[in-house]
């Protein structure tokens, strides 16, 4: 069994734990949650195993490069990466509700890259300016920040959802609002504190890591290009995204702000987030390979 069989199997592992997650949030079974966290776990060890056999694969074919230089092995990645802060999290806090959320977006990156008829998994040689060693440590921070990101995103969605919460000076759940199936299954997600709390920490996480991520391909565009900054596409966009990450903490700490002005700053940050990602490839530029 090659790497995008195994891949493969492990996209549809990952939907398993995914419907499983949702399962037990709508009808209320913890059982099924832990089932997830089991299946979830599987899927990890898939994606794991997939990465490690693909990079072997690749030396012996004779390019010898880590899988991290296509949109189909940036995406696994992904999904990893957010697979595996999720698995901390949830080992953390003990609220398996916080996958129903979350899951779907380890699903939906690993599906895209195989499901996608765009994306080929093909293991293909390194261009010239991708044949360093600051490759792997490029790319590792930055997909652990964009994961940081992608699960406050997560977090942001279910804290919008949320009805407000009485006792802590908020306004009363359901205020003004009839009682409906939605209103209870929403009201079930974990309290707007820890949200808020979970928050900060993901876009502090996805933060440094993205600094460093921005950093290390400077110095990795320099060895390549001769110039530490270019303005191109990607690296413009890249800092667009820094800074609204930025003036998130800023107002964060700075400001006082804090719930659904900080939850709409976070997604509007993951917006910028997927569109350094998947939009500016369409545009011409150094980057234009990925």
């Given at each position: 069994m090659n790497s995008s069989m195994i891949l493969s199997v492990t996209t549809f592992v990952y939907a398993f734990a995914s419907v499983l997650y949702i399962g037990s949030w709508t009808f209320k079974k913890e059982t099924m949650a832990k089932l997830g966290f089991f299946v979830l776990?599987?899927?990890?060890?898939?994606?794991?195993?997939?990465?490690?056999?693909r990079w072997i694969e690749s030396y012996k074919i004779g390019y010898g490069h880590a899988p991290f230089s296509n949109m189909y092995e940036s995406l696994v990645f992904f999904s990893w990466t957010i697979a595996v802060l999720y698995l901390f999290l949830e080992l953390k806090y003990h609220e398996r509700i916080i996958g129903v959320f979350a899951t779907p977006l380890i699903f939906l990156s690993i599906a895209y890259a195989s499901l996608s008829p765009s994306i080929s998994d093909k293991i293909t040689p390194l261009i010239p300016a991708l044949k360093s060693n600051w490759l792997i440590a490029h790319v590792i921070t930055c997909f652990l920040g964009y994961a940081g990101f992608a699960i406050a995103f997560g977090f942001s969605v279910m804290y919008l959802v949320k009805p407000l919460e009485?006792?802590?000076?908020?306004?009363?759940?359901?205020?003004?609002?009839?009682?409906?199936?939605?209103?209870?299954?929403?009201?079930?997600?974990?309290?707007?504190?820890?949200?808020?709390?979970?928050?900060?920490?993901?876009?502090?996480?996805?933060?440094?890591?993205?600094?460093?991520?921005?950093?290390?391909?400077?110095?990795?565009?320099?060895?390549?290009?001769?110039?530490y900054w270019s303005w191109d596409?990607?690296?413009?966009?890249?800092?667009?995204?820094?800074?609204v990450y930025a003036i998130l903490l800023h107002l964060r700490m700075m400001r006082g702000w804090h719930g659904k002005r900080i939850a709409w700053v976070s997604i509007i940050g993951f917006m910028?987030?997927?569109?350094?990602?998947?939009?500016?490839?369409?545009?011409?530029?150094?980057?234009?390979?990925?």
């Open positions: 776990v599987a899927g990890f060890t898939g994606n794991t195993m997939g990465i490690i056999l009485s006792g802590s000076g908020k306004q009363l759940p359901n205020s003004g609002e009839p009682r409906t199936h939605a209103n209870f299954l929403f009201a079930r997600l974990p309290s707007l504190d820890l949200m808020d709390e979970l928050i900060h920490q993901m876009v502090m996480f996805g933060f440094l890591f993205l600094t460093i991520g921005i950093i290390t391909g400077s110095v990795w565009a320099n060895s390549a290009w001769g110039t596409p990607k690296e413009t966009w890249s800092l667009i995204t820094w800074l910028a987030v997927l569109f350094t990602y998947f939009g500016v490839n369409l545009l011409p530029g150094l980057h234009s390979y990925a």
